[in-house]
């Protein structure tokens, strides 16, 4: 008997011709926080910090992100 499971998210989804993916990074601290920038009007929405390459992974298969993700400072 399994006590824990291992949970599977699935693809989350976002509207490809409104928002970009985007790392906003802190040229300061170094922090890093991912999420999607308004093409419009320019306003970055955080999803999640991204502490290493595996939270930056996590992030790209949340929202099935293949291509890099452009960094803004």
């Known amino acids: 008997m399994k006590l824990f499971k ?4 699935p693809v989350r989804s976002f509207d490809r011709e409104r928002f970009t993916p ?11 926080a991912a999420g999607f920038q308004d093409r419009q009007t320019g ?10 390459e595996a939270d930056l992974r996590a992030f790209m298969s949340m929202y099935g992100l293949t291509e890099p993700v452009r960094k803004i400072y």
């Open 6 to 9: 291992k949970s599977v998210s």
């Open 22 to 32: 985007a790392i906003r990074c802190s040229i300061c601290t170094g922090e890093q």
């Open 43 to 52: 306003a970055f929405r955080e999803v999640m910090l991204i502490r290493d």
